[in-house]
């Protein structure tokens, strides 16, 4: 565990605990506020966010920008968006479950140090590792559930409203739950947006 976020940067950016190492350009940490109350969870890096070293820059994350701002989310202000793996699996392969359990500990230790009151899975394989294994995303999207203290709720993958956008307006929903318990609980991620109201 490390206590700081310039000593966690320093290590993840030197890790080596998978062969993912071998084949990265960047290792994408994460991005956002290290005080968000709200946290996403994506899979892995794919090949624009292995290039630039942030996560969801590619068109999945355009569209995840678009519904983020929709509800008055800002990934350089009130949230902090990170991955299950670090390093982008090659030809954007399901990370294994042993690069997966490799890499786990780097996440725990961003949850540790942001400490936020919601996490949002994007897709199954987030929602698989942080939720329950067996989640069904298509059925369960959307939903609340509470874990350790923290609310947490998977949402469809943006890349997967991309394939079959006739998925938006679900999708767009979960957004809308989401901005209701912000509203329920969360006190500084709209503080700026009620300040100008
Ligand atoms: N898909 C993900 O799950 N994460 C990213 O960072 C980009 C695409």
New binding site residues.
Partial sequence: MYNTWEELKNACAACQKCALCETRHHV?VGVGSPTAEVMFI?????E??DLQGE????R??KLLDKMLAAVDLDRNDNIY?A?IVKCRPPQNRDPKPEEQEMCIDWLRNQVKLIRPKIIVC??R??AARIIKPDIKITREHGQFIEKNGVLMMAML???AVLRDPRRKPEAFNDFLILRDKINEICERTYASVRATE
């Fill in positions: 994408v994506g899979e892995g890096p794919g624009n966010e996560p969801f820059v590619g999945a994350g968006i991955n994007l897709g394989i987030a993958h943006p890349a």
